[in-house]
């Protein structure tokens, strides 16, 4: 490695193949190529990696990141030297000859990076072998992991402080994507850093859209969802295990790719199907929460919250999941009241039953949203969205109010009439006239309401209960059975005519419908779309062949930006974000070999591909024909394939100019183009008084624009 510094800039198009650096990703570099200590707080899929792995490239001496995720080691390692960066690991779950291996590679200095997990960082025989070795930088990933505030506390990580003891001139950077103030400013004391710089990016992660459904037959809403997107992977969260079971059971009954993943599996088994996931073997995982920490999977197109989640915290790292290669990805959160319930039950079971419920009530404030979610959901972590998203549901279709004075009324009346003792199904029973045992046996049906709103279905009552809960007319005794009861409020409105506004539930309604139905797609799309298959086949293929992930060949954003763009040659492929030397190496030609192949067999088919005639000259140009061959197997005139010959040089395709032009006559058409300061085959033609024919002219012009080389 040679230790001439390198601009980032360089380095991120060069081993990572990426055009642009994401906002602060760059500023962060700057630091810690100052040799600044600093604290990076980025959500998930925000490019922390690039943060600690572009100055490890740029400096002399090895970056050691410690992590506590082993799982994700190997992975990210791997993923490293597919991009041609010297990377190892070490961790537990390598034998000592491995071990040996890395140890040998670090002191010949080979290395750039070394993964290692905090209990081998510690030990103090590891400390002295690194304190021979010249260290660019140590990165501390997960770095929450070090504070008892966080949700993630690690012991080992609190010993993390000898870092800064034992090298005190190797900088430090400490990322995390989950850390609040306290946790943050532990980190900084914690590890001991000087003065450092601390980067706080936004949680805002627009990629993701946002939806909330009812949960009404959700297994037919979640094989719609599916069936809509297919050839996609995804994640199903549930909130038990037979839940996951049961779900993947019924997703298979529908013809549907899916397998559980759950804590009370075998570790084989679970690994099993973690690996086949991230391999893209196994398209759909329904998982309870223990899914997800240790993977790193970048084409995950979608994550579906089967039941409410506890908090928003957990939801948001796990809808996070999804689009971590900046494609858009849809997320979507079932809602009902019987979760909210089981949630309360287990809020109240748990050590700290006010901070659990508070937060469960937050996670509700979200799912019954009427607002802007994604504003609620970053107001959530402290930060303010200054406009509405547009990419959630109550953007794309905001509710329309009504006038639910009356609806309202009955409801109320009903609650007050049943004297505040019974919950909210018993209260819609009643409203709709139920014949129900309990109902009759209680005597419920001489009550006044007793079927006065038999004319809304029960899910609708539900929902329009909900939106008084929300609206504060109602509130619920958790101590008294659940019981419904009537707030100050309430009691105006039922008993002084005060006014409420409802949304209309037809509109809920139209946006469930108008996410099961499609907007019919336009030609250029169906052709992006059946490329990115056609690639993601051939990704599939080679990522078998060596027994890697597919992602770690290209990502899904390679493959997108690849089957919108079509490079047909070396200089568009390497233009291509995600396409690095040394993925353009192990890949760039099979990828352009079937672009070209997908281009022709479009035109065959009679699609004509913008460009593709060129393909197609280029395609004979490489098998050998001449020039009068090509004219007449296209039967065009051979003019015109000159033409076409000029122009692909000049896109940067291999074609030499040399067999159809000599030297002299370059020379004079140069001299001619100086001469005139003109491009125009006319002007050259007369200023050269005929001496180099038409054809010529054109292919030496192209010679000239594309830099002479
Ligand atoms: P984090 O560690 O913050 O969760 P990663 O470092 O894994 O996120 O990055 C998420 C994804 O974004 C990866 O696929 C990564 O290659 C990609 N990425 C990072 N920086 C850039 C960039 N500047 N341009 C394009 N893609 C990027
Ligand atoms: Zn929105």
Not at 531 to 544: C, G, M, T, V, W
Request: charged share 25%; glycine share 8%.
């Amino acid at each position: 490695m040679s230790t001439t510094m390198t601009q980032p800039s360089t380095i991120l198009k060069q081993y990572f193949g990426y055009d642009e650096f994401r906002p602060m990703q760059e500023e962060i570099i700057q630091t810690v190529m100052a040799g600044r200590d600093s604290v990076v707080l980025m959500p998930t899929g925000g490019g922390k990696s690039i943060c600690f792995q572009v100055p490890a490239l740029a400096k002399e001496g090895l970056c050691v990141v410690v992590s506590p995720l082993i799982a994700l080691m190997k992975d990210q390692v791997e993923g490293l030297v597919a991009n041609g960066v010297p990377a190892a690991f070490l961790n537990s779950t390598q034998d000592d000859h491995d071990q040996m291996e890395v140890f040998d590679a670090v002191r010949r200095e080979e290395l750039k990076l070394l993964y290692v997990s905090p209990e081998k960082l510690l030990n103090s025989q590891f400390l002295g072998f690194l304190q021979g070795i010249t260290l660019s930088l140590f990165a501390i990933d997960e770095a929450h992991c070090i504070s008892s505030w966080g949700h993630d506390f690690r012991k080992e990580y609190t010993q993390l402080q000898v870092l800064k003891a034992t090298f005190p001139q190797v900088p430090i950077i400490a990322l995390t994507a989950t850390a609040d103030k306290l946790t943050r400013k532990d980190i900084v004391t914690q590890l001991g850093l000087h003065q450092p710089r601390q980067f706080v990016a936004s949680f805002d992660r627009p990629n993701l859209s946002l939806t909330v459904l009812p949960g009404r037959k959700r297994v037919d809403a979640v094989i719609r969802f599916i069936q809509k997107r297919p050839n996609t992977s995804g994640i199903i969260y549930c909130l038990s295990r037979k839940g996951t079971e049961g779900l993947a059971e019924s997703l298979q009954k529908a013809g549907i790719d899916a397998e559980p993943y759950h804590a009370g599996m075998s570790a084989s088994k679970r690994s099993k199907v973690q690996q086949a996931f991230i391999q893209d073997r196994t398209p759909i995982i329904c998982a309870t929460i223990a899914f997800g920490m240790g993977i790193d999977k970048s084409n995950v197109r979608w994550v579906i919250h089967y039941n409410l989640p506890k908090n928003i915290e957990g939801y948001y790292q796990e809808i996070g999941r999804a689009g971590r290669d900046g494609l858009p990805s849809d997320t979507l959160l079932f809602y009902t009241f019987a979760d909210v319930m089981k949630l309360r039950g287990f809020a109240e079971d748990s050590g700290q039953p006010q901070v659990q419920l508070t937060k469960l009530e937050r996670m509700q404030n979200y799912a019954e949203a009427l607002i802007c979610r994604r504003k609620i959901l970053l107001a959530y972590f402290g930060e303010h969205l200054a406009k509405d998203c547009g990419n959630c549901d109550v953007c794309k279709d905001p509710p329309q109010y009504v006038d639910g004075t009356i609806l309202a009324q009955k409801a109320l009346s009903a609650v007050y009439r049943l004297r505040e003792t019974v919950g909210a199904n018993t209260v819609i029973d009643v409203l709709r006239g139920s014949a129900r045992k309990e109902v009759l046996e209680k005597g419920y049906d001489k009550i006044k309401t007793y079927g006065a709103g038999a004319d809304i279905s029960f899910g609708d009552w539900q929902q329009y209960l909900l939106q008084m809960l929300n609206a504060g007319l109602l509130e619920i005794a958790y101590d008294q059975g659940n019981a419904l009861k009537l707030t100050p409020i309430g009691n105006e409105v039922l008993f002084k005519g005060r006014k409420v506004n409802l949304y209309r539930l037809a509109d809920a309604r139209k946006r469930e419908k108008a996410q099961a139905t499609q907007k019919p797609k336009s030609k250029r799309m169906l052709l992006i779309e059946a490329l990115f298959e056609q690639l993601r086949e051939l990704r599939l293929q080679l990522a078998s062949q060596s027994g890697i992930p597919p992602y770690l060949v290209f990502n899904d954003a390679t493959l997108q930006e690849m089957a919108a763009e079509r490079p047909t040659n070396e200089a568009l492929m390497k233009g291509i974000s995600g396409v690095s030397e040394a993925k353009f190496r192990q890949y760039g030609h099979i990828f352009i070999e079937e672009i070209i192949r997908f281009i022709l067999d479009q035109r065959a088919g009679g699609a004509n591909i913008k460009g593709s005639t060129y393909v197609e000259t280029f395609d004979l140009y490489r098998q050998g024909f001449t020039v009068s061959e090509m004219a007449r197997k296209r039967s065009i005139h051979p003019s015109t394939i000159y033409g076409h010959l000029g122009t692909l040089y000049e896109q940067g395709y291999r074609v030499e100019l040399s067999s159809f032009i000599s030297q002299e006559e370059l020379d004079a058409i140069h001299r001619a183009m100086s001469h005139t300061g003109s491009e125009k085959v006319s002007d050259l033609h007369e200023h050269l008084q005929g001496m180099v024919p038409f054809d010529k002219l054109r292919l030496g012009i192209s010679y000239w624009k594309a830099g002479g080389g």
